[in-house]
C-alpha cells in the first residue's frame, strides 16, 4: 500500500496498491521533490475513465515500471475531479503545447511544480505511433541528470507565457441581436443533418449548445434552432449513447451516428440532458422528450442516490464480463479482465434464450443480429455482441410482424423489463460515490425542473412528488454535510462521512442554480435565501471587479499557479456563463443594483467571443438571449385550501408551456407571508373571490390578476 490508501477518492484509492510510490497533492510531495531534487510526474485522471485504467494495468502496476518512478521521480496522482483547479492549470500547458487535451493526463514539472512536458494516455511501449512511457522516463530522467537548470529555465519561460494568455479586452457595449444571429449560424454551418449533432466523430452531449437554440427559438421564433435542438436530441435518445434498457445516458459517442457509446455514465451528463429533453419536450409538444427526461432521472434516482439523499458522481465504463463473474475480486482493486461496455453488451442467443417468443420484436428494436452489430475494436471486447440501440420504429415493427403496435408496445415493455432483470445479475460497473457540489447543483435543477413539467401534465400532482422530494432532499443534504454556515463555508466533495477541500465559483454557481429551480418548484423562503446567501458569498471570493466575471478559484492556494477564468462552455458551463443566468434571474426577485452591473459586466467581458464565436460560449449566449428577451414573473395565489381545479388549470397552463424567459411562483398564503419581507411585490397578491389568481408581471410591476386558464393564456400570448 502506498500513500494514497489514507485518500478518500475513489480514483486515488484505485492506485493504492500500484508499486508506484504515489503521493497525493500536496506539501509532502513538494517538499521531497526539492528536497532530492527530482522532478516530478503528475498523473491526472477520474475513476470512471476507461484509458486511465488502461494506463494503470499497463503501466502503474507493473514493477519495473514503478522502480523507474520511484528512483527517478516524485510521482503525484490527482482526482480532477476533486482538483479542477490543479487540472485546469496543467490541462492548459498540455493543450497548448500538443494541441489537445484529455485524460489521462500525464505531464512532468520542476520540483516548483513548473510543466515542461506532457501529454495524455502513452502505452507502455511505443506504438501505435505514439511514444512509449518507458522511453519517456527515460528520457527526462537522462536530461534531467544533465541539465536540470535549463528545463528548469524553460519550464519558467513555459508558465511565464500562460499567465500572459488573457482574455481579449471587454467589448465596448454588450453584443445585439446580431451576435446571436450568427452564433445560431455557426450552429446551423456545422449541424450534422444526416445524423443530428454538431461535427464528427466522436460526438460529445454538450446540452448548453441545445439549451441556447431553445431559447432563440422562444425569442425569435427561430424554426430552424428549433429543428437542430430536436433533431439531436431525438438522435441521442435513440442511439447507444442511452442506455435503452436502465435509463441514462453514457459520457460521449464514438462515431458519427451516436451508435457506439464510450460507456461511463457522469452525473452532470444525466442531469444537464434531463433540463435539455424537458425544455425540448415543452418547446415541441412532444411526450417522447419528456419521457427519456423521466427515464433519466428514474436511473439517478435508483442507482446514483445516496441514502440520505445526495448524488454520486459516476459509474464506470468498464466491467467484469458476465462469464467472468467469478474472477472479481473483493478489495475494491479493477480486475485484471475488466471489459468496457461488458455489462450493456448482449448476444443474440442470450435475448433468445432470455425472451423466447418476445425476443424477435426485441431483436427487431434494438437492432440484435446473431453476429453481433458492434463494431470491431482493437482489444476485442465487443465481438459477437450488441449494442442496443433503436433500429425501427413500432410502426415498421407491426410491418414486419403483423401484430398490432399495442401489442408490439407490450412486447417492448415485458422484453425490457426482463432484460433489466437479467442484467442485475451481472457484475456492475464500479461507481463513484462522492458527492460534489456543483453536480449535485445541476441535479437538483434538473428534478426541479422535471417535478414542475410532471405538475402541468397530472391533475394529482402525484407524478411530481417524488421529483420534488428528490431535488429537496439533495438540496438538504448539501446544506448539512458541505454548508459550513458559521464561516459561510462550502465544500467541494463529501464522502463516507467526510466533507473536504474548499469550493470553486462552479460549485457556487451550480448550488445557486439548483436552488432558483427548487425554489420555483416549491416556493420555500429557506431556498431563496440560501441562494442569496450563496451569491454574496461567490461574488466575495472569486468575482474580478476589474475584468468581470468569476475566477474558478479563491487564488490563496499557492500551489495553484494560475488563477484561471473559464471561457469555454464544455461538457459542463462555466461558472461566469451559469452565474450571469443565475442573476438573471436572482435580480427579478430581489432588487439589488450590484447583480445588474456585474451581469452587464460579464456579458462585455465574453462580448468578444460572443460576437467572433458564439459557438464556444453557448450558455452565455443562452445568457445573453434571455437578457434581450426580458424575464417576467408569474404568481399564482392560491387559497389556503389547496388543490382546487382552479388552481390546477392555472398550474397546467404555466407549466405546461416553454416559458424559459419567465419565473413562476405558486404560493399559499403561509409561503406568501414567509416571503413578503424579501420579495414586498408579492404582498399584495390574493386569490381572488376566493379562488387562485395568476398575476404577471415585468420589471416588479404587474397587471391586473386572472383567474381563468384561458385569460391567463391570453395574457401569456401578450
Known sequence: MNRLSRERSPYLLQHADNPVDWFPWGDEAFARARLENKPIFLSIGYSTCHWCHVMAHESFELAEIGRLLNDRFVSIKVDREERPDVDRVY???????TGSGGWPMSVWLTPDLKPFYGGTYFPPVSRWGRPGFTEILQEIARAWAQDCGQIAGSAESIINQLRSLEQPGAAPAVPGADALARTVQQFREAFDARHGGF????????????????REHARTGNVDALDMALRTLRAMALGGMRDQIGGGFHR???DAAWRVPHFEKMLYDQAQLALAFIEAALASGEQFFAAVAGDTLQYVLRDMTDP????????????????????????????RHEAEGAFYLWGARDVDALLGADAAVVKLRFGIEAGGNA????????AGRNLLYVAHAIDEIVARTGTTAEEVAATLVRGRSRMFEARCQRPRPRRDDKVL???NGLMIGALSRM??????????RGASAPYLLAAARGATFVRERLWVAGTQTLLRRYRGGHAEIEAYAEDYACLIFGLIELFQADASPAWLEWAIELQHRQDELFWDDAGGGWFSTTGRDPSVLLRMKEDYDGAEPTAS?????????LSHLVDEPAWSVRIEKTLRLFGTRLERMGRAVPMMAAALSTEMAGLQQIVIAIPAAAGSPEETALVREVAGRYLPFTIALTLTPERRAALAARLPMIAAMQPVGGGAAAYLCRNFTCRPPVTTPEDLAAALAV
Open 437 to 439: 457540489t456543483a453536480w
Open 308 to 335: 440520505a439523499g445526495g448524488f454520486y458522481s459516476a459509474e464506470d465504463a468498464d466491467s467484469l464480463p458476465p462469464e467472468l463473474a467469478g474472477a472479481a475480486g473483493g478489495d475494491g482493486a479493477a480486475p
Open 252 to 254: 460521449y459517442s464514438v
Open 577 to 585: 456563463s451559469m452565474s450571469v443566468m443565475n442573476l438573471l434571474m
Open 199 to 214: 461535427g464528427s466523430a466522436p460526438k460529445f452531449p454538450r446540452p448548453s449548445e441545445l439549451l441556447f437554440l431553445l
Open 451 to 460: 417535478a414542475r413539467l410532471a405538475s402541468g401534465r397530472d391533475e394529482s
Open 375 to 382: 463494431p470491431a475494436d482493437p482489444h476485442q471486447e465487443f
Open 91 to 97: 490541462m492548459a500547458f498540455v493543450q497548448a503545447t
